[in-house]
């Protein structure tokens, strides 16, 4: 059983960049044909895909996103990591780290705890 876990600060200011990882356990980062995802929940809102880094280590991101997102992994640690720059107080969300089995598909997802990031001066 795969189990996903969230760190980081839980409190960012404007202007710079939020930074999380994501510890994974009984899995690999590795191992065919599964995407490793980043997806947050603000406040009142929906869930919104932000972009995942796949088991060969190649990367996508939501289009909204992407200019100010990156999605990188440390296979010795069996970690992969969020880098959001330039947030806002728009970016206070819950952020979970997920396996996916299929790119940006909730259907049959691995999901984190979740970590609160609020954004705030």
């Known amino acids: 059983q795969v189990q996903l876990q969230e760190s980081g600060p839980g409190l960012v200011k404007p202007s710079q960049t939020l930074s999380l990882t994501c510890t994974v356990s009984?899995?690999?980062?590795?191992?065919?044909?599964?995407?490793w995802s980043w997806i947050r929940q603000p406040p009142g809102k929906g869930q919104e895909w932000m972009g995942a880094?796949?088991?060969?280590?190649?990367?996508y991101y939501s289009p909204s996103l992407k200019s100010h997102t990156s999605i990188s992994r440390y296979t010795s640690k069996n970690q992969f990591s969020l880098q959001l720059s330039s947030v806002t107080p728009e970016d206070t969300a819950v952020y979970y780290c997920?396996?996916?089995?299929?790119?940006?598909?909730?259907?049959?997802?691995?999901w984190g705890q979740g970590t609160q990031v609020t954004v705030s001066s």
């Open positions: 997920a396996r996916d089995g299929t790119l940006g598909s909730d259907y049959g997802r691995d």
């Open positions: 009984g899995g690999s980062l590795t191992t065919n044909y599964y995407y």
């Open positions: 880094i796949a088991w060969d280590g190649s990367t």
